[in-house]
C-alpha cells in the first residue's frame, strides 16, 4: 500500500515534469511539422540561467521567472532566425538541422559553465514534508504536481478560451486555410514556440531533482521527451497530458518493482503503443 | 570509355588509401577506425540515400555484429573471415526481424522506433553481464591470422590493409546493388511510395529487404571494430553513433555512396584534428558545420563542385 503511494505520487510528479517539457514541442511539432531534436536545449538553458542565477544569491521564484523569462527571450531570435527556414525543409534536414543546434546549446552551456552537475538549490519551504497522518509526502513532489496542474489549467484556458487559442486550433488543423483566413500564422509559430520554450524551461528548472542539469541534458533526456510526444500524439495538449502521465508512472513503478528491467519495460511499452497507433494515443491521424 | 569513367573515383579512392598507408605509418590506428566508420555510413547510404528511409538506430545492427562478432571470437573461432560472417548475419537478423515492425512506420514514429530498438539491444547487452560483460565491456577476443596467413600486428598494418579490402567489397557490392532491379526500385520508393505502389511494387518487401541489406553490412562495421579494437563495449548502441554517422552521411551528400566516403573523411580529420586543441568546443564546430550543410548544401559536400561550376558558368 505503502509502495503502491510512493510510486503514485513520484509517478504522477515525473510525469508533471515530463508534460511541462514535453508540451512545447508536442505542439510545435504539430503546428510546424518539425521534427525538433533540440527542445531539451531550453530546459537546460533555463535550468543553467535558473542555477547561475540562484547560486548567485536570487530567491529561488525570482530566479524561476527570471530563467524562464530568459529562455522565452533566447527563444525568439532562434525561431526567427532559425527555425522559421527549418519548418520548409525536409524530415531529414530537420533532424540534421535541430541536432545541430542541439550541439551548438550544449557546446555553449559547457563552455560557460563547465560540464559538471548544474544544481539549483531549493528554498526552505520545498525542502520538508507534508504530513498526513498515515505518511509523509515531500513538499517538492507536491509543488511539482501543483505546478503542473496549474500549467495544464493555464494552457486549456489559453487554447479553449481566447482569441490566441482559437487561431492556433486553425493552424494546428490545416495551417494555409487558417493563413488565407488573415492569421498570422508566422506570429502564431513564434509565440506559440517562444510559449513551449519558457515551459521548457519551468519543467528544466521544476524537474532538477529528478532530472539533473548538466550539459548534455539534451541529448540524454531526447528520447524521453520526444517518446512522450510520439506516444500521446502529434499536436495534441490531452494527448501529451495523458502519456507522460502515463509513462512518467510506468516508468517510476518499473524503477520501483523490476528495477533490473526499467528500460526494457518503458521501449517496449513505447513500440507496442506505436505499433498499434502509429499516429499516437490522440494523434491526428497525418504525421 | 564511359565504363573507365565511372571507375575514376575508386582508382582515386584506391590511390589514397595506399597513400594513406605510406604517408601515415603511425595514424594506422586512426586510419582504421575511418575505414570501419565509412563502411558503416554507407550502409546508412543504403536505406537513407537510396531507400529515403530516415532512421536513426542504425547503431542497433552495427552493435550487434560487434557483440555477435566478439562472442564468435571467445567461444566458437578465432578466425576474422567467419567473425565477420558472423558479425555480418547478426546484423541482418536484427534488421529484419525489427525491420517487420519498423518498416510499417514512417515520419516520427519510424525514428523514434528506431532509437528504441538500439536503446533495448544496449539494455539487453547492459544486462546480459555473463556474456557481455555488461558496462565493463567485453574483452578477451583473440583474433587468429586472416586466411592463416596474415597475424594482426601490432602497429595496425594487417587490421588496415584488412579494413579497406573489406571496404572496398561493400562498396563495390552497393555499386552492384545500386544499380541493379531492386536498387532502381528502392530509388522509385524514395522519390513516391504511392506511385511505385500504384504500379504494382511490394514496397513493404523491398523497404525491408533493403533494411536488411543495410543491417548486414553495419554488422561487418561492427565486427570489423570489435576484431580490431579486441573490445566491444555498451558504446557500440549509443545514440550518438547513430546520429553522428547519419551527419557524416549528409555531410558528404546522400545516395551516391561516394558522399559516405567524404562525409566521414572531413568529419573524422576534423574531429580528430579540434578534439586535439579543444575537445568541449567541438561539439560547437560540429554543430555550426551541420547547420551550415542543411541550410547551404542540402545535397552535401559531394554537390559543392557543380554548385561553384553553376554559380560561375551563371555569372558569366
Redesign the interface.
Known amino acids: 500500500m505503502t509502495t503502491l503511494l510512493s510510486i503514485l505520487v513520484d509517478g504522477i510528479a515525473y510525469g508533471m515534469i515530463l508534460f511541462m517539457i514535453s508540451v512545447g514541442l508536442s505542439v510545435t ?1 504539430g503546428l510546424m511539422r518539425v ?1 525538433n531534436l533540440a527542445h531539451g536545449g531550453f530546459a537546460l538553458i533555463g535550468g543553467a540561467l535558473a542555477h547561475a542565477l540562484v547560486t548567485h544569491g536570487v530567491n529561488y521564484w525570482a530566479g524561476m521567472g527570471l530563467a524562464v523569462l530568459g529562455t522565452m527571450l533566447i527563444a525568439l531570435p532562434m525561431e526567427r532566425g ?1 527555425y522559421a ?1 527549418i519548418y520548409r ?1 525536409g ?3 530537420q ?3 535541430t ?6 546549446i ?3 552551456v ?2 560557460t559553465l563547465g ?1 559538471t552537475l548544474l544544481p539549483i538549490p531549493t528554498p526552505e519551504g520545498l525542502r520538508g514534508s507534508l504530513d498526513l497522518g498515515f505518511r509523509t509526502l515531500p513538499y517538492h513532489r507536491v509543488a511539482v504536481i501543483v505546478a503542473g496542474l496549474l500549467v495544464t489549467l493555464f494552457l486549456y484556458l489559453l487554447i479553449e478560451r481566447t482569441r490566441f487559442g482559437i487561431r492556433l486550433r486553425a493552424a494546428v488543423d490545416h495551417r494555409a486555410t487558417a493563413a488565407t483566413l488573415g492569421i498570422n500564422t508566422g506570429r502564431i509559430f513564434a509565440l506559440t514556440f517562444m510559449l513551449g520554450a519558457g515551459l521548457a524551461a519551468l519543467g528544466g528548472i521544476l524537474g532538477a531533482e529528478l532530472l539533473p542539469i548538466e550539459a548534455y541534458y539534451p ?1 540524454r533526456y ?2 524521453l521527451f ?2 512522450v ?2 506516444v500521446g500524439g ?1 499536436g495534441s495538449i490531452t494527448g501529451s497530458f495523458v502519456a507522460a502521465l502515463g509513462l512518467g508512472t510506468l516508468d517510476t513503478a518499473s524503477r520501483y518493482l523490476a528495477p ?2 526499467g ?2 519495460v518503458f ?2 511499452t ?2 507496442v503503443l ?2 498499434l497507433r ?2 499516437g494515443l490522440l494523434g491526428k491521424g497525418r ?1 | 570509355m564511359k565504363m573507365l569513367r565511372s571507375f575514376i573515383p575508386d582508382t582515386l579512392l584506391i590511390a589514397l588509401a595506399v597513400g594513406a598507408f605510406f604517408a601515415f605509418p603511425y595514424d594506422l590506428a586512426f586510419l582504421t577506425r575511418i575505414v570501419i566508420m565509412m563502411i558503416f555510413v554507407l550502409s546508412i547510404d543504403l536505406i ?1 540515400g537510396l531507400g529515403g528511409i ?1 532512421t ?1 538506430g542504425q547503431a542497433a545492427m552495427y552493435g550487434t555484429g560487434a557483440y555477435a562478432a566478439g562472442l564468435f571470437a571467445v567461444h566458437v573461432s578465432n578466425d576474422p573471415l567467419l567473425g565477420l560472417l558472423a558479425g555480418m548475419a547478426a546484423g541482418a537478423v536484427i534488421a529484419l526481424m525489427s525491420g517487420l ?1 519498423l518498416m ?6 519510424l ?3 528506431s ?3 538500439a ?2 539491444l544496449a ?2 547487452a547492459n ?1 546480459a553481464r555473463d556474456w557481455t560483460g555488461g558496462a565493463d565491456g567485453m574483452r578477451g577476443i583473440r583474433m587468429g591470422p586472416i586466411l592463416g596467413q596474415w597475424r594482426f600486428d601490432f602497429i595496425g598494418q594487417t587490421g588496415y590493409i584488412y579494413c579497406v579490402v573489406v571496404l572496398f567489397v561493400v562498396l563495390f557490392a552497393l555499386k552492384g546493388l545500386k544499380a541493379s532491379p531492386l536498387g532502381l526500385m528502392a530509388r522509385g520508393i524514395h522519390e513516391s511510395p504511392a506511385r511505385m505502389r500504384a504500379i504494382g511494387a511490394p514496397v513493404y518487401q523491398r523497404r525491408l529487404i533493403l533494411y536488411t541489406i543495410g543491417g548486414a553490412i553495419a554488422g561487418i562495421a561492427g565486427a570489423l571494430a570489435a576484431q580490431i579494437t579486441q573490445l566491444v563495449s555498451l558504446e557500440v548502441f549509443s ?2 553513433l547513430s ?1 553522428e554517422a ?2 557524416m552521411l ?1 555531410l558528404g551528400g ?1 545516395g551516391r555512396l561516394y558522399g559516405a566516403i567524404l562525409g566521414v573523411l572531413i568529419f573524422m580529420v576534423v574531429h580528430h584534428l579540434a578534439a586535439s586543441v579543444d575537445p ?5 564546430l ?6 551550415l550543410v ?2 547551404f548544401l ?1 545535397k552535401g559536400l559531394l554537390s559543392l563542385p557543380p554548385a561553384l561550376q553553376r554559380l560561375i558558368g551563371g555569372a558569366r
Do not use: C, K
Open positions: 511539432m521534427i532559425l527556414r525543409m524530415e531529414l534536414q533532424v540534421l538541422a541536432i545541430g543546434i542541439a550541439f551548438m550544449i557546446a555553449t559547457n563552455y560540464s541529448l531526447m528520447v520526444l517518446v510526444v510520439a502529434m533490473e528491467y528500460t526494457i521501449f517496449v513505447m513500440a506505436l505499433t502509429p499516429q504525421a | 537513407l530516415v536513426l515492425l510499417r512506420a514512417g515520419g516520427l514514429t525514428i523514434m522506433l532509437i528504441a530498438v536503446q533495448v539494455e539487453i544486462r545514440f550518438t546520429a547519419v551527419i549528409i546522400a568541449i568546443n567541438w561539439l560547437f560540429i554543430g555550426l558545420m551541420v547547420l542543411v541550410f542540402p
